[in-house]
């Protein structure tokens, strides 16, 4: 069975400090991952997507993910936070089959200080 | 292009009323999904349609949760009757995905329920 483990339900940074959102999956095939990012009252919104090649994956608003299947991981990275980044980050991941089920991770809120 | 649109966005319910939430995902996009979002947790997949054809039902309380997508474009999820622990958002989402699974997904912005 697939599952995503999201360490941290809460993270703060102050702006322009680094951002390090964790993921953890656990998948009997290779999985698809995804991180979606929720502002408040609103719906998901794609940040970015992890299926095959580059391992390296860049999104929107200067986020990117590493894709190491060693670690089974697929931590969320930002150089540099910014006040409008806070919000809640969704790690996802994908089974392939079967109708390409997607579970959702638990969310990690992210507070960016001032 | 157009978003998902979800209405209402809000609702405020008494326990053991009915309420039903509307959908109308991208233009195209043949799988629908509908989720529920309790505070604090991620979204929990309800009901998955592939046209108008359920793929996924698995977590859907069927006692007292019903869902339909007429025509395969719109959408509409039922409660009835309601109980205090469906207060929760609840989110629709739409994919172009068909059989590929690099498709991400475009939500709509959800409707806050409220049983009270």
């Known amino acids: 069975a697939q599952s995503v483990t999201q360490l941290g339900s809460h993270v703060s940074v102050s702006e322009g400090a680094l951002v390090l959102l964790r993921c953890n999956y656990s998948?009997?095939?290779?999985?698809?991952l995804f991180w979606y990012v929720q502002y408040p009252n609103q719906g998901l919104q794609l940040l970015l997507k992890?299926?095959?090649?580059?391992?390296l994956v860049k999104g929107i608003n200067g986020f990117e993910a590493e894709f190491k299947k060693s670690e089974t991981s697929f931590h969320l990275t930002k150089p540099s936070a910014h006040m409008s980044d806070a919000a809640e980050y969704f790690c996802?991941?994908?089974?392939?089959?079967?109708?390409?089920?997607?579970?959702f991770g638990a969310g990690t809120r992210l507070f960016v200080k001032a | 292009e157009a978003g998902v649109a979800q209405s209402p966005r809000y609702k405020i319910i008494e326990k053991r009323q009915s309420v039903a939430f509307w959908c109308n995902p991208i233009?195209?996009?043949?799988?629908l999904y509908w989720y529920q979002q309790i505070l604090g947790q991620g979204p929990k997949l309800l009901i998955q349609f592939q046209n108008n054809g359920v793929v996924d039902d698995s977590q859907l309380p069927k006692d007292r949760f019903s869902a339909e997508r007429l025509k395969g474009v719109d959408s509409t999820l039922k409660i009835q009757p309601a109980k205090l622990e469906d207060s929760a958002v609840y989110l629709c989402a739409s994919s172009a995905l068909s059989r590929g699974a690099n498709y991400g997904y475009t939500f709509g912005s959800g409707t806050r329920l409220t049983v009270v």
């Open positions: 992890y299926t095959t090649g580059a391992t």
């Open positions: 996802t991941v994908r089974r392939g089959t079967g109708g390409f089920k997607t579970i």
């Open positions: 233009s195209g996009h043949a799988t």
């Open positions: 998948s009997s095939v290779p999985p698809y």
